[in-house]
């Protein structure tokens, strides 16, 4: 019953994700385009399920999923800074900036995935 339970929450967790960036604009507000805000929790929610169930028997999970957000949002932040100072010239800090934002949707799937995986099994 609770491995049902955890693969419902673990997409639920997806759902929520795609909800907080999406129509409640959390990612544009903390610096995604208004173009593309609304897609990246899209894109990133499927690979964030596909990582949470790569790394559910490690046990450097702890340790990979935090760093996997701050290398996302490092790279999105600095892929933004030098995409806008080179006045939307230069194409792979643009990638950067879109991919750091569907890396850093996904590994905050993953992330929310294993912490409710915890509370169910510890319940």
């Known amino acids: 019953m609770r491995s049902n339970l955890v693969w419902v929450s673990a997409v639920i967790v997806a759902c929520l994700v795609i909800l907080w960036a999406g129509p409640l604009g959390r990612a544009e507000a903390w610096g995604a385009h208004p173009y593309w805000a609304g897609k990246v929790a ?9 990582l949470w169930l790569a790394l559910r028997r490690s046990r450097r999970r702890r340790l990979i999923l935090p760093l996997a957000i701050v290398v996302s949002v490092l790279a999105a932040h ?15 800090a643009g990638k950067f900036w879109f991919y750091g934002w569907i890396a850093f949707c996904a590994s905050l799937t993953a992330t929310w995935a294993a912490i409710n995986e915890a509370i169910i099994r510890r319940a």
């Open 42 to 50: 899209v894109y990133g929610a499927g690979p964030g399920l596909v």
């Open 78 to 92: 600095y892929g933004k800074q030098i995409f806008a100072a080179s006045l939307a010239e230069n194409t792979v």
